[in-house]
């Protein structure tokens, strides 16, 4: 399937959108700027195709941290307007708006990586850093960080597909999902540590750790747009920073 202009942008200039937005909604007071800004982020990934996986993983890693969080800066953050009562528990007008500030610049900066994750490839991101001087060992480490919990979730879900075809009852109640989960970390643990040294005796049968200028097969491109929307993002930046102090 071929790319549309956001996706076939270069992974830094990803990055430093993502940043950006980060950025932007610490420099700028309320939270009015932190949903707009969010809504822009839907924007973009619709506009990239991946609205449905963006938003569906916005819900499942970041709704019930920002519900957790907004409750509790909403009953106890101290103020003076008090707007309502539930029980013995107070909300203020204060403890209402500091809630609402800080739930939505965790949604923006979060919804940020989250879609920089969906519109690039962590391979792509990895080369990108290399490309930008990060030495090969700690691209590999950066690389092997963003793929361990992925690759622990596929080999937990081989080891249960393999306790199933053994007759053991992996569904159905919380109590006997945890009961199936627990004798699974043993050969996890385990294939995890033997997977790392395959991956260590591939790497030195490569001459990965040869003092030698290393290549690499995969390439990356950069287009006019990759040049020209980092300076575009700072220009930006230096007028919100300059209106804040001037305002």
């Given amino acids: 399937m071929q790319k549309n202009f956001i996706q076939q942008l270069h992974p830094m200039t990803k990055f430093f959108f993502a940043l950006f937005v980060s950025v932007a909604v610490l420099i700028i007071p309320g939270y009015l700027f932190s949903f707009i800004s969010f809504a822009v982020l839907l924007v973009v990934a619709a506009a990239a195709g991946v609205i449905k996986e963006f938003f569906g993983t916005v819900l499942k890693t970041l709704v019930f941290l920002l519900i957790i969080i907004f409750l509790m800066q909403l009953f106890f953050y101290p103020g003076d307007h008090v707007i309502g009562q539930w029980g013995i528990f107070k909300w203020t007008e204060e403890g209402l708006n500091y809630g609402l500030t800080l739930t939505s610049r ?122 020209i929307l980092p300076f575009v993002y700072i220009i930006i930046l230096v007028g919100m920073v300059l209106w804040r102090i001037l305002a």
Avoid: C
């Fill in 106 to 227: 965790i949604l923006a900066m979060g919804s940020a990586f989250i879609l920089f994750f969906r519109l690039t490839e962590v391979r792509d991101f990895v080369k990108s850093l290399e490309d930008a001087g990060l030495p090969p060992m700690g691209a590999y480490v950066v690389l092997s960080t963003l793929q361990i919990i992925p690759e622990m979730r596929r080999q937990a879900n081989t080891i249960m597909d393999a306790q199933k075809t053994r007759g053991v009852e992996t569904e159905g109640s919380m109590l006997i999902r945890a009961k199936a989960f627990i004798p699974t970390l043993t050969p996890l643990i385990l294939s995890s540590i033997s997977s790392t040294e395959e991956r260590a005796i591939t790497l030195e049968s490569r001459a990965f750790s040869a003092p030698t200028k290393k290549t690499s097969l995969h390439k990356l491109t950069k287009s006019a747009a990759d040049r």
